[in-house]
Every structure is written in C-alpha cells, then in structure tokens.
C-alpha cells in the first residue's frame, strides 16, 4: 500500500529502524559500489578504489545503514602541508530511497567532526555547478562557493569548488 505522499509502509518501516553510522569495512565495500552506481553517473569509484581507500590512515570513510542495508556513505581525504592539514570531501552519497532524511547531513557531519578532531583546518570539494541538492547541503555545512571550475567535469560539465574553513560546530 502506498501513503499519499508516495511512500510505502514497508519503506516508512524500514526509516522506523534506527540510522547507524560507523567506519566502513571491507565487507561493505560492494554495497558502498552500488551505492556509487546507482548515485553517480561520472567518476564512480572502483570496487578497487574504495579498497585502496578503505582503512587507509588518511582517509575517513563512513557508511549509514538502516536495518543492516547501506543506505549511504562518506569519504574525506587528509593532506599534509608542512605541518598543517586540509581535508577534502571526496564522496558523499545517500541512496534515492532513503534521501530527504537528513542522512547526508549526518555523514557529512561526521567527518567534519572527525576533521575536526584530528586538526584539518580548511576543508574543500568540488561539486557539480547544477547539483544543487549538495550544494544546498554543503551551505548548510559552512562550506561557501570558492571557485568556477569550467568544464571540469567535461564539456559543458561545469563544477563549483566550495571551501569551509575554521571550527567545526
Ligand atoms: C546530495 C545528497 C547526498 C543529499 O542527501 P540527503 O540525505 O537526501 O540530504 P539531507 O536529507 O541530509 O538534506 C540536507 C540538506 O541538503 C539540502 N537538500 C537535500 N536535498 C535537496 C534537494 N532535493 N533540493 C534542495 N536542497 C536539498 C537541504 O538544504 C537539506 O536540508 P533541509 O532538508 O533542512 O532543507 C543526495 O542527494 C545524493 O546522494 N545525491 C547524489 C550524489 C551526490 O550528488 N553527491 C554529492 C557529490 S559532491
């Protein structure tokens, strides 16, 4: 059965189940791949990259699930400079059933706290000039529009560099 604003009651059941984030593992590394296929449809990271990525000392990567299913998952890369750090966003991605729940706004938070903790001051990505659904994310993060990239990601594929720097509430 279907409620009138489109969801059904076994899906209103299954967002009842408690949202939990932790460390990705190697084990949810073909769920995070799906999630990459079903959520992007450029620069989709690898099987093989994401278990590059995964457990590596300069990267924070997080997975969301609901009732044992990864529904979304974070990824933040570490840089050093001297003696500081930066941190860069790398990918950020909720699957469409599960999106409008404030679950990427947690992850995103969640590596900015992590961030945060292990001294990364500036923080920045880049993002697709249209995708306003992340950008309007990332605002609510802090994170303010920095640089028009053109064609960045191909022709006519223009992308935003968007910056956050400072205190990580
Ligand atoms: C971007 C994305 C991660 C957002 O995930 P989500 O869990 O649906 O987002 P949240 O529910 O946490 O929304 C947080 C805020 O983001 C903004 N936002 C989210 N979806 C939006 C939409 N469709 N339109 C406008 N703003 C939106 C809003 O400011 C929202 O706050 P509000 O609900 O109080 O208005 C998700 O849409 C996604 O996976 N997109 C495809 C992958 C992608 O583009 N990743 C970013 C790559 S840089």
């Known amino acids: 059965m279907v409620?009138?604003?489109g969801q059904s009651h076994g899906k209103r059941d299954a967002m009842r189940q408690?949202?939990?984030?932790r460390a990705a593992r190697l084990e949810d590394l073909p769920a995070v791949c799906a999630l990459e296929q079903k959520c992007f449809t450029m620069y989709r990271l690898s099987k093989r990259q994401l278990r590059y990525l995964c457990g590596r000392e300069t990267v924070i990567f997080h997975v969301a699930s609901v009732g044992g299913k990864i529904v979304g998952e974070a990824i933040g890369l570490m840089r050093r400079h001297g003696k500081r750090l930066?941190?860069?966003i790398y990918s950020l991605a909720v699957d469409p059933?599960?999106?409008g729940r404030s679950?990427?706004?947690r992850l995103l938070g969640r590596i900015m706290r992590d961030?945060?903790?292990?001294?990364?001051g500036r923080?920045?990505?880049e993002v697709d000039r249209d995708n306003e659904p992340a950008i309007q994310l990332y605002r609510r993060h802090g994170f303010c529009g920095m640089e028009e990239l053109l064609d960045y990601y191909g022709p006519g594929g223009h992308g935003l560099?968007?910056?956050r720097q400072g205190k990580v509430r």
């Open 3 to 5: 409620s009138p604003r």
């Open 18 to 21: 408690r949202l939990l984030m």
């Open 86 to 88: 930066s941190g860069r």
């Open 97 to 99: 059933e599960y999106r």
């Open 103 to 105: 679950i990427g706004l």
């Open 115 to 120: 961030f945060h903790a292990l001294g990364v």
């Open 123 to 125: 923080v920045h990505l």
């Open 161 to 163: 560099r968007m910056l």
